[in-house]
């Protein structure tokens, strides 16, 4: 198969993931349990031209102590590039002040972060075969160029761009739940006061439905974290109905004393039959199971291939 070619038209270009339909589709954020607990949902589908295959990535990354983000867009294999410099400009803030980050330090560290790696692509694709940085450009480029040649440099800088957005969650200062949104060519912004936001393609229909709730007051700040994940999950359910968002589901919460997987199946079966949009009953105590630590995560899932193994072995037994 013969690579896209890029926006320049180099056939030598390195085609991006994007090119063969390697993106990030839908994930979601919202606030509960009083300000100390996050649910976080994404899905986890990737294609490839004519074929796709769900459960394929893990969309969610600690991004530094209390702080985790999902990330959306075609431009995925930036994204270890620009969270290893989030870290490593975090640590350094924390080494320096003593003290954890502040929101206002993890969003201007992830968008220091993803300038530096876009202007990383400007000086890779445009101006480092005319000897120019990014800097040198900016403060020299219109006196050593001609008009038409500076222009055409412009130009073609323009076009260079990162089609990423990361929606992070974490805790302030207080151990208040943030949730802010950062990366592309706008300034990050705090959904902190709205409780919940979404990215990606399936963001019109999360969204839809995360609102839908919110004015039925099922969902805020203040209810519980079963209610919330619940209502989150079909939000996920809700944004499926975009073309490339996959049914896998990797969820889970975080608060200020860690991390809880989130098994979701068991609510699209509950959601199939009684939600799909109204709260079903009994509610809290059917997701609470559903909520589980890392290591109660393992042990179920260890308990289950047993069972599935002790199951085939008496039906091979039954057969002889």
Known sequence: MKPPSSAFGRADDAPRLADWGFNVTVCIAAICDHDQTIVLAADSKVSFGDFSSDRAVMKLDSLF??????????????????????????????????APPTPAQVASALQRAYQERLDGEIESRVLRKYGFSVASFRDHGKNKCTASVYNSHC??????????????????????????????????VDYTRLGFWAIGSGKAAALSSLTYHRQRQLISSSVSVEQ??????????????????????????????????????????????EGAPRLPNNLESRIAPLILTPEEAEKKATEAVEYFRRSAAQKSKDQQ
């Open 65 to 98: 102590t209390h702080w985790i983000t999902m990330f959306a867009g075609e431009d995925i294999e930036h994204i270890p590039f620009i969270l290893e410099r989030v870290h490593g400009l975090l640590s350094a803030t924390r080494k320096r002040k003593s």
């Open 155 to 188: 130009a073609k800088i323009a076009n260079v761009k990162l089609s990423l957005r990361f929606l992070v969650a974490g805790f302030d200062e207080k151990n208040k739940a943030r949730i802010m949104v950062g990366g592309g060519e706008q300034s990050p």
């Open 228 to 273: 919330c994940a619940y209502v989150v999950a079909a939000s996920k359910f809700m944004a499926e109905s975009a073309r490339d968002v996959g049914k896998a589901t990797n969820m889970c919460t975080i608060s200020t004393r860690g991390i809880k997987n989130v098994f979701e199946n068991p609510m699209r079966i509950i959601w199939d039959e």
